[in-house]
């Protein structure tokens, strides 16, 4: 094997390491989720399913998601209260240091201003309010909204947790390979210091290994690192505590094995279950209900009402009844145009909305095309490089058993095991990339 063989194996695997930890990088930029402040510091058997169901109960974005529903269960409620009926009462004391009051038409007749005390009881109960319609409408969808934000937040999560899985565990497949890699160089450059003794090789070819050696050993403390900044990813999604260590029980075969990726290329995409178009689309109804509102604005709001006033301390003149009941009735008649201009800029905000939904709509229809396409091509890379890894392997079976015999050199089985590794390398790196196209897939379609 030539030195320029072995610098290119050594550059694929410093490459696979670049790939893996710029793929965890940008996921670690979209994480907003909190870190679960429990202190357990027991292993954790991790399979993928039991860690999404984990990121479901302990995610602090999700856990935010659904105080949100409790926080516009309350506004509707609220809402809803106010036209209701309203029960007020007061209690009032008044005191005039003992002024009089003199009669003009009477002289040397004087009135004293006794103090006096109340007790009110008002009863009141909205009649009719165009806005108040309208409030409460909106107060349901916007209840409606905040539960397609948690089914949205909670497909989202899911996403997360299983791609930080799988980068955990190409990570920890990668490392593997990578010392592998260097067990076997280190073998190779073993035998090139004999040979470089006995006079067969030049000590330069020894100098190259040797650097190649460095190299690996150098990628595989990075891999060291890459794996543990994955689990460190997973756990912050999942919402567990970083101390707790983390094993993955589930494998890259064993999922693959078990997802369905033709049933994911034939199923019909419905646009309406999709979380994202149908949250878009709940935002519209609520820009046609902030029109409703401000046309609401025109209508007459009717109220009536009860007040009963107990006099616990009387003047020595009143007349005040205690009893009295009323109607009011308040008309909209003229805001030189103020009115209007809010409808105006309602409707602009519809029509804006409106434009938002249609421009997600045909974006979602692109995806779907562009994902089936990735999912279907990602499929025949990964049985085009297992493939590979098999051909490869009965190449490396049958050049051991040459060289076990005698037949063969060192170097030729030296070859074909890191052509064997290599093959090993490629085909992990499709399998990562089939699963991932396959989760892109089921996302969009809301099968997660």
């Given at each position: 094997?030539?030195?320029?063989?072995?610098?290119?194996?050594?550059?694929?695997?410093?490459?696979?390491?670049?790939?893996?930890?710029m793929k965890m990088f940008a996921l670690l930029c979209m994480l907003a989720g909190g870190i679960s402040t429990g202190m357990a510091q027991t292993e954790m058997h991790l399979s993928l399913d039991s860690a999404r169901h984990y990121a479901l109960e302990h995610n602090r974005n999700l856990l935010n998601a659904g105080l949100a529903i409790d926080e516009a269960e309350a506004r509707l409620k609220e809402t809803i209260a106010q036209g209701l009926p309203q029960v007020n009462a007061t209690v009032d004391y008044s005191n005039f240091f003992g002024s009089t009051a003199t009669l003009g038409a009477m002289p040397g007749f004087?009135?004293?201003?006794?103090p006096t005390s109340n007790l009110a009881v008002s009863f009141s109960q909205l009649v009719f309010s165009g806005s108040y319609i309208v409030g409460v409408r909106s107060a349901k969808l916007y209840k409606e909204i905040t539960e397609t934000s948690l089914e949205q937040s909670e497909t989202d999560i899911l996403a997360q947790v299983t791609q930080a899985y799988y980068l955990s565990l190409i990570s920890e497949k990668h490392q593997s390979q990578v010392a592998a890699n260097l067990v076997n160089l280190k073998s190779l450059l073993d035998k090139t210091r004999a040979m470089v003794d006995v006079g067969i090789a030049e000590e330069v070819d020894y100098d190259q290994l040797s650097v190649q050696v460095v190299m690996l050993e150098d990628a595989l403390r990075a891999a060291g690192r890459q794996v543990t900044l994955s689990l460190n990813m997973l756990r912050m999604q999942m919402g567990l505590h970083a101390d707790v260590p983390v094993v993955l029980t589930d494998e890259l075969e064993s999922i693959?094995?078990?997802?369905?990726?033709?049933g994911?290329?034939?199923?019909?995409?419905?646009?309406?279950q999709n979380p994202n178009y149908r949250l878009m689309a709940l935002q519209?109804?609520?820009?046609?209900?902030?029109?409703?509102?401000?046309?609401?604005?025109?209508?007459?709001?009717i109220a009536g009402f009860y007040n009963f006033t107990e006099k616990l301390l009387k003047p020595e003149f009143d007349i005040t009844p205690n009893h009295v009941i009323g109607l009011n009735v308040s008309i909209?008649?003229?805001?030189?145009?103020?009115?209007r201009a809010r409808v105006n800029q309602a409707r602009i905000n519809l029509q804006m909305a409106e434009n938002q939904k249609a421009l997600l709509y045909e974006q979602l229809m692109i995806r779907e095309k562009q994902l089936r396409y990735n999912l279907n091509n990602a499929l025949e890379q990964y049985e085009s490089q297992k493939t590979n890894m098999l051909v490869a392997k009965r190449v490396y079976d049958n050049i051991n058993n040459k060289y076990q015999q005698g037949l063969v050199s060192s170097l030729d089985l030296t070859t074909a095991n890191n052509n064997y590794l290599q093959a090993g390398n490629s085909y992990i790196s499709a399998t990562l990339q089939l699963l991932e196209a396959h989760l892109e897939m089921d996302r969009l379609l809301n099968s997660l």
């Open positions: 094997m030539n030195m320029f063989t072995k610098s290119l194996i050594i550059y694929k695997s410093l490459t696979m390491q670049k790939i893996v930890f004087e009135i004293e201003f006794n693959v094995e078990r997802s369905d990726f033709e994911s290329l034939v199923k019909p995409f419905s646009i309406g519209t109804d609520m820009a046609e209900k902030q029109v409703n509102m401000e046309r609401a604005a025109y209508l007459p709001t909209p008649i003229f805001s030189s145009g103020a009115r």
